[in-house]
């Protein structure tokens, strides 16, 4: 099977991704689908996502079960264990890995003007613009504006048709905590449900929309208020995906202090944790109104690179390559 590269935004490094459960994923998506679709729509759903979830995460430390498995995990994934909250030793179980919290006021520094917009997360992400009407979308790619917002997001669309997004794919290895792009009030929240499609390359490009069949929370935040962004609507798309069993809203104002779920008319404040997926790997996608943002030039210029092999960029037949980044890192400012 062909290797899926990406770029390091700081180093500038091309690198080879190691992507986890490969030959089983491209399996299932070919060779399952095709000659046994039931079984295959079983394989993504909530139950059978859960089971498998148990049996990554959980299995493992009943075999093993002590803080050196996990130390084991980490080092294998390169998790630096240096940035925990608590310390490392207390990390008992793989499932406590990939859900630990970290130091992120000093790890994941911020810019101060509040109208840069920041990564909800580590992840490696795509950016572009829904005019491209030839990019993503011609093929049935990436996602369906309208199926993405869902029925209860219908009031929104008019307010993102021919905007921008960003794709954010976060890995085994990332920090699975999401943090608040944008400053501003909650004007609407609510989970759309779905599958639970695996967040691999190959299963992107081989599965129509997969992001919009997926199970999702959508955000609705307005920046344009005292102390907000200014930068418009934003919609924030939090999405589940194989192994991913649930979405934890858990806004902290302060450090991770006094979580609380996402309601309409509460301010968000950029940077602040916001949920958390728990575990595996997932997806987020943010959406903005035409004209209000410009992302930054060096994740543009990433993603049109020509000399890097993208899955994505052979799925959809065009440039489409990742940029490894940071939470709380800039990733565009206002217009």
Same mark, same amino acid.
């Given at each position: 099977?062909?290797?899926?590269?990406?770029?390091?935004?700081?180093? +500038?490094?091309?690198?080879?991704?190691?992507?986890?459960?490969?030959?089983?994923?491209?399996?299932?998506?070919?060779?399952?689908?095709?000659?046994?679709?039931?079984?295959?729509?079983?394989?993504?759903?909530?139950?059978?996502?859960? !089971?498998?979830?148990?049996?990554?995460?959980?299995?493992?430390?009943?075999?093993?079960?002590?803080?050196?498995?996990?130390? $084991?995990?980490?080092?294998?994934?390169?998790?630096?264990?240096?940035?925990?909250?608590?310390?490392?030793?207390?990390?008992?179980?793989?499932?406590? /890995?990939?859900?630990? $919290?970290?130091?992120?006021?000093?790890?994941?520094?911020?810019?101060?003007?509040?109208?840069?917009?920041?990564?909800?997360?580590?992840?490696?992400?795509?950016? +572009?613009?829904?005019?491209?009407?030839?990019?993503?979308?011609?093929?049935?790619?990436?996602?369906?504006?309208?199926?993405?917002?869902?029925? !209860?997001?219908?009031?929104? /669309?008019?307010?993102?048709?021919?905007?921008?997004?960003?794709?954010?794919?976060?890995?085994?290895?990332?920090?699975?905590?999401?943090?608040?792009?944008? *400053?501003?009030?909650?004007?609407?929240?609510?989970?759309?449900?779905?599958?639970?499609?695996?967040?691999?390359?190959?299963?992107?490009?081989?599965?129509?929309?997969?992001?919009?069949?997926?199970?999702?929370?959508?955000?609705?935040?307005?920046?344009?208020?005292?102390?907000?962004?200014?930068?418009?609507?934003?919609?924030? =798309?939090?999405?589940?995906?194989?192994?991913?069993?649930?979405?934890?809203?858990?806004?902290?104002?302060?450090?991770?202090?006094?979580?609380?779920?996402?309601?309409?008319?509460?301010? /968000?404040?950029?940077?602040?944790?916001?949920?958390?997926?728990?575990?595996?790997?997932?997806?987020?996608? /943010?959406?903005?109104?035409?004209?209000?943002?410009?992302?930054? *030039?060096?994740?543009?210029?990433?993603?049109?690179?020509?000399?890097?092999?993208?899955?994505?960029?052979?799925?959809?037949?065009?440039?489409?390559?990742?940029?490894?980044?940071?939470?709380?890192?800039?990733?565009?400012?206002? =217009?």
């Amino acid at each position: 099977m062909k290797p899926h590269q990406y770029i390091q935004r700081h180093t +500038g490094e091309v690198v080879t991704e190691e992507l986890t459960a490969d030959p089983m994923l491209a399996w299932m998506y070919s060779s399952l689908r095709e000659r046994a679709p039931y079984l295959f729509n079983l394989c993504i759903q909530s139950r059978m996502s859960a !089971m498998l979830a148990w049996l990554q995460f959980d299995i493992p430390l009943l075999r093993r079960g002590n803080h050196a498995a996990v130390k $084991k995990m980490a080092a294998t994934l390169g998790i630096d264990l240096s940035e925990c909250l608590d310390p490392p030793e207390t990390l008992r179980s793989i499932r406590n /890995l990939f859900e630990r $919290k970290i130091r992120y006021e000093e790890c994941r520094p911020m810019p101060a003007y509040r109208t840069t917009v920041v990564s909800p997360a580590d992840a490696r992400i795509i950016t +572009g613009s829904l005019t491209e009407t030839d990019m993503l979308f011609a093929k049935g790619r990436f996602f369906s504006l309208q199926d993405l917002l869902g029925r !209860m997001g219908f009031q929104w /669309l008019p307010r993102f048709t021919n905007g921008d997004f960003a794709v954010f794919r976060l890995t085994l290895d990332k920090y699975h905590y999401n943090h608040v792009p944008v *400053s501003g009030v909650v004007i609407g929240h609510y989970e759309v449900d779905g599958a639970f499609h695996s967040c691999n390359p190959t299963a992107i490009v081989s599965t129509a929309t997969p992001f919009s069949q997926n199970r999702r929370t959508v955000t609705i935040i307005d920046t344009d208020v005292p102390r907000g962004s200014q930068v418009g609507k934003v919609a924030m =798309i939090e999405i589940v995906a194989l192994m991913i069993g649930r979405i934890t809203q858990c806004y902290s104002r302060e450090h991770y202090n006094s979580p609380q779920e996402i309601h309409p008319g509460m301010f /968000l404040d950029r940077g602040q944790p916001k949920s958390l997926y728990q575990p595996g790997s997932s997806t987020d996608i /943010l959406l903005f109104e035409p004209g209000r943002i410009r992302f930054d *030039s060096d994740l543009v210029h990433n993603r049109n690179r020509q000399d890097v092999y993208s899955r994505f960029s052979i799925g959809l037949g065009q440039s489409a390559v990742e940029t490894d980044i940071k939470a709380r890192e800039s990733i565009a400012c206002k =217009i």
